[in-house]
């Protein structure tokens, strides 16, 4: 099965670690699939603001480099460690409400898609460049400051734009997710060299793409595992 790690910061936004050292530690660790999801945070809120004037954000002025920068990173992977990376984003709404809060990563993204656009015309957008689209965290996490419950409290309404649920981030695990039968995968959310060793997802398919979304939508063959040291 191909061991797969769809939720990774680097500098572009809030992570540590350049995306050159990113990609080494992950092909160097011996995974076959790997998404880049740097924050796009939302403008239109104080905590968003903040974001922005810290440069912990892609924005639309750089994005096209920033796509062309894991394009170029995933050519070397492919050589160097047959290792997949594919471009994507976590488009971050941060409100001071938790309610209203919500994380998706859009992944295998070719165009900007601003974070400050209502949900559902962020989810139309990713689904007319048929970008996997997957809620994040979506419920109670250990880390208490930082909740993002509006997909899963509306989820009778957006789990039909949602290809899968993150049913495990990191060290916590989504039980919720299980109970409503939702496709899901497991993510390590990196920013710190150490957040390697979390939750990851294992598929059973061919390592490329369009096989990987399908796999996905379809929920076949898809594993959870905790990759530890
Ligand atoms: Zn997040
Ligand atoms: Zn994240």
Redesign the pocket.
């Known amino acids: 099965m191909l061991l797969c790690d769809f939720?990774i910061?680097t500098k572009y936004s809030d992570g540590s670690v350049e995306l050159r050292r990113t990609i080494d530690l992950f092909g160097q660790a011996g995974f076959d699939v790997v998404a880049i999801?740097d924050?796009v945070v939302n403008g239109d809120s104080p905590i968003g603001k903040l974001a922005h004037r810290f440069r912990l954000t892609v924005g639309v002025e750089n994005f096209d480099a920033y796509i062309s920068h894991i394009r170029q990173e995933a050519e070397r992977a492919l050589q160097k460690y047959g290792m997949l990376v594919v471009p994507g984003v976590?488009i971050?709404k941060n409100y001071l409400s938790s309610e209203k809060s919500a994380?998706i990563?859009l992944i295998d993204i070719t165009e900007f898609v601003p974070a400050c656009w209502s949900y559902e015309k962020i989810l139309l957008a990713a689904k007319e460049q048929n970008a996997l689209t997957v809620a994040?965290?979506p419920h109670h996490m250990s880390d208490m400051s930082k909740n993002t419950l509006f997909l899963w409290n509306n989820r009778d309404k957006y789990a039909r734009y949602i290809d899968a649920w993150e049913i495990a981030?990191r060290d916590d695990v989504f039980n919720v997710i299980s109970l409503k039968k939702y496709p899901y995968i497991a993510n390590s959310?990196?920013?710190k060299t150490r957040h390697l060793y979390s939750w990851k997802t294992l598929l059973n398919c061919e390592k490329n793409i369009d096989s990987i979304k399908r796999c996905i939508r379809h929920n076949k063959g898809v594993a959870i595992t905790l990759f530890r040291n």
Do not use: K, M, Q, V
């Open positions: 939720h910061h999801t924050h976590e971050s994380h990563l994040c965290h981030n959310d990196f920013h």
